[in-house]
């Protein structure tokens, strides 16, 4: 099933995607959402970021490949990881699937794109074991991850490289269907593909991260962990970014400069 959250006639509802339409839900989504009787053509309404994160968590390396390239860029802090450890990001990063990422106007240097899965918890979590974290998964999404290079070396927090306004695209929807660690993931910069990896091919997977964080973190329903991306691509203003995982689908945002 995909579960989506989207804009109609300026009210924001919860929604179930049927092939081309997307029908109306009522209910909470993580305490058994139904299908409703309000349909409408996925072209005519907006999809938001399919879920609030009550917290917006984020793994950094966690791909062999993206380590040894960032090493071989130089990278003090590229090293391969010994546990799963995470970082935080900023509600206020995130749009939806169409939106447009904005490169603020004193930004300086390069600003790369990272396409990632991301894990959406369905029920509170503490001290999980393996088949407890695996439960605790709801369903997945896609995250395009926006980083300012240069702000990244010289903000001791990323509080501007990864958290600026519109540089966490998340969507189209989440899925509750699909094993990820079989899928693809792709990103394409004006139709042209840029890198292709194997999703699962992870160092420590969304179950290592959840058993680890949960012994120290209550994870709550609608919490995301973005699972980290094996390389990153340059993007910038006038390009349209598409990051795709199969089974899943595809996230598609433009990129622009913005207007001082």
């Given at each position: 099933?995909?579960?989506?959250?989207?804009?109609?006639?300026?009210?924001?509802?919860?929604?179930?995607?049927?092939?081309?339409?997307v029908?109306?839900?009522?209910?909470?989504?993580?305490?058994?959402?139904?299908?409703?009787?309000?349909?409408?053509?996925?072209?005519?309404?907006?999809?938001?970021?399919?879920?609030?994160?009550?917290?917006?968590?984020?793994?950094?390396?966690?791909?062999?490949?993206?380590?040894?390239?960032?090493?071989?860029?130089?990278?003090?802090?590229?090293?391969?990881?010994?546990?799963?450890?995470?970082?935080?990001?900023?509600?206020?990063?995130?749009?939806?699937?169409?939106?447009?990422?904005?490169?603020?106007?004193?930004?300086?240097?390069?600003?790369?794109a990272?396409?990632?899965?991301?894990?959406?918890?369905?029920?509170?979590?503490?001290?999980?074991?393996?088949?407890?974290?695996e439960?605790?998964?709801?369903?997945?999404?896609?995250?395009?991850?926006?980083?300012?290079r240069?702000?990244?070396?010289?903000?001791r927090?990323?509080?501007?490289?990864?958290?600026?306004?519109?540089?966490?695209?998340?969507?189209?929807?989440?899925?509750?269907?699909?094993?990820?660690?079989?899928?693809?993931?792709?990103?394409?910069?004006?139709?042209?593909?840029?890198?292709?990896?194997?999703?699962?091919?992870?160092?420590?997977?969304?179950?290592?991260?959840?058993?680890?964080?949960?012994?120290?973190?209550?994870?709550?329903?609608?919490?995301?962990?973005?699972?980290?991306?094996?390389?990153?691509?340059k993007?910038?203003?006038?390009?349209?970014?598409?990051?795709?995982?199969?089974?899943?689908?595809?996230?598609?945002?433009?990129?622009?400069?913005?207007?001082?």
């Amino acid at each position: 099933m995909k579960w989506c959250r989207f804009v109609h006639g300026g009210t924001t509802r919860l929604g179930l995607i049927e092939d081309d339409r997307v029908r109306a839900a009522e209910g909470s989504l993580f305490e058994g959402a139904r299908a409703g009787r309000e349909s409408h053509a996925l072209a005519e309404v907006r999809l938001l970021p399919p879920t609030l994160p009550f917290t917006f968590f984020a793994v950094g390396f966690n791909y062999r490949a993206h380590v040894l390239h960032s090493q071989a860029k130089g990278s003090a802090v590229a090293r391969m990881p010994e546990r799963p450890e995470v970082g935080y990001r900023a509600n206020n990063a995130l749009i939806g699937d169409g939106e447009t990422i904005v490169i603020p106007a004193d930004c300086p240097g390069d600003v790369e794109a990272e396409g990632e899965l991301v894990a959406v918890i369905g029920r509170k979590a503490r001290r999980c074991s393996r088949a407890e974290a695996e439960a605790a998964i709801f369903g997945w999404t896609i995250g395009n991850d926006v980083s300012a290079r240069e702000w990244q070396r010289g903000d001791r927090t990323f509080w501007r490289a990864k958290n600026a306004d519109t540089f966490k695209p998340m969507g189209p929807w989440i899925e509750t269907e699909v094993d990820p660690r079989r899928s693809t993931t792709r990103v394409r910069v004006n139709g042209r593909q840029a890198c292709e990896f194997a999703t699962g091919d992870m160092i420590f997977d969304t179950v290592d991260y959840i058993v680890e964080m949960s012994r120290y973190i209550t994870l709550h329903p609608g919490d995301v962990l973005w699972m980290g991306a094996q390389s990153t691509v340059k993007i910038a203003p006038g390009d349209r970014v598409e990051v795709e995982i199969s089974g899943i689908g595809t996230l598609c945002n433009s990129v622009a400069a913005e207007q001082s």
